[in-house]
């Protein structure tokens, strides 16, 4: 445990300090414990020097958004843990959460970010939409998870109380080789927030290491903390960083037609936004192609330094797009 590092990123959150910072001091003994501060103008710093002189504070100068304040946050404490546990702001842990963790990260070396189940705060006996118990994506980059598929949420009867291997762990809770973290570069901080944890894992994947989620540990989410679900600007994030994280890092066989079809689709849900949700929505969806258009020779250059490997796992592959919508199946054991 003293080899590992709780860092939570924080930016205007003294509430989420003050309810949940608790839970995680009194059961990480062993682990240090950091709040990195995106520049937050709110009482986020008095409350932890006043209630939490225990937390190690890292002061940040700039709002960098969720990727690249962790990249900026643990560049301080560089070569100082071999674990890091990226947890978010709003989770609630109980007894026991990193042990098993920890205990199968080091017991498969290949392992080198690794989540436990997500489950709702407000719904502790359903999982939560943030990583559920363990990521995949689609053949198109559309992401789900064991326990969650776009709302659908499953009931935790103990289904997934096993340790896999999946496609991608939640930034909500995850566990990370220090080393390989940085040894990749962290998280792409143009992505800002969202979408971010699936692009690295999948480089991890394309660098031969291993992703899991573990069972035997369980943590408990609010979600929605710094961007509700119906934010247009995370509307934005979440189709421009799906796009760029796509074209980064899908081999170059089948790539245009991928990218096209994923264009299509996008537009769709962007008719669906117009017609039955917000037109500042559909402006979002638009907002987002034309930005990721605009910075295409950015993303191209980053994906020239991917070395792609074709046989990846854990891609579904079908589009879960159509077997969710249109053929009914809103159970991960459907698909």
């Known amino acids: 445990m003293n080899q590992t590092a709780v860092v939570i990123l924080n930016y205007n959150g003294q509430k989420y300090l003050s309810d949940f910072l608790p839970s995680v001091i009194n059961n990480s003994s062993g682990a240090a414990i950091y709040v990195a501060d995106n520049a937050s103008n709110d009482n986020s710093i008095a409350i932890l020097n006043r209630d939490f002189p225990q937390v190690k504070i890292i002061k940040l100068n700039h709002n960098y958004g969720f990727a690249q304040g962790y990249n900026e946050a643990l560049e301080r404490i560089k ?5 890091y546990i990226l947890l978010n702001s709003d989770v609630e842990v109980p007894p026991n ?7 199968l990260m080091k017991a498969n070396p290949n392992i080198a970010a690794c989540q436990p189940k997500i489950k709702a705060y407000h719904e502790k006996t359903h999982f939560e939409y943030a990583g559920a118990a363990g990521g995949y994506i689609d053949r198109l980059g559309y992401p789900f998870c064991r326990g969650r598929v776009f709302l659908s949420l499953e009931e935790d009867l103990g289904q997934y109380n096993d340790n896999v291997e999946v496609f991608w762990a939640t930034g909500a809770c995850m566990f990370v080789k220090a080393d390989v973290f940085h040894e990749l570069g962290g998280f792409d901080g143009d992505f800002f927030a969202h979408m971010e944890e699936i692009d690295l894992c999948w480089r ?3 660098a031969g290491y291993q992703i899991y989620t573990c069972g035997e540990s369980e943590v408990f989410h609010v979600g929605g903390g710094t961007l509700h679900k119906s934010n247009p600007h995370k509307t934005f994030l979440n189709f421009r960083n799906g796009l760029a994280m796509l074209y980064k890092n899908h081999p170059d066989k089948g790539l245009f037609k991928t990218i096209l079809t994923r264009l299509i689709l996008d537009g769709v849900a962007g008719v669906k936004f117009l017609f039955f949700d917000t037109w500042e929505d559909c402006w979002a969806v638009v907002r987002a192609h034309f930005n990721f258009y605009a910075h295409l020779g950015s993303w191209h250059k980053k994906r020239q330094k991917i070395k792609k490997r074709n046989d990846l796992g854990q891609i579904f592959s079908h589009n879960i797009v159509w077997q969710y919508f249109v053929k009914g199946k809103k159970g991960f054991d459907e698909m």
Do not use: A, F
Request: hydrophobic residues 35%.
């Open 204 to 206: 991890m994947k394309h």
């Open 79 to 83: 070569g100082e843990y071999k674990y």
């Open 97 to 103: 959460w990193i042990e098993p963790v920890l205990q």
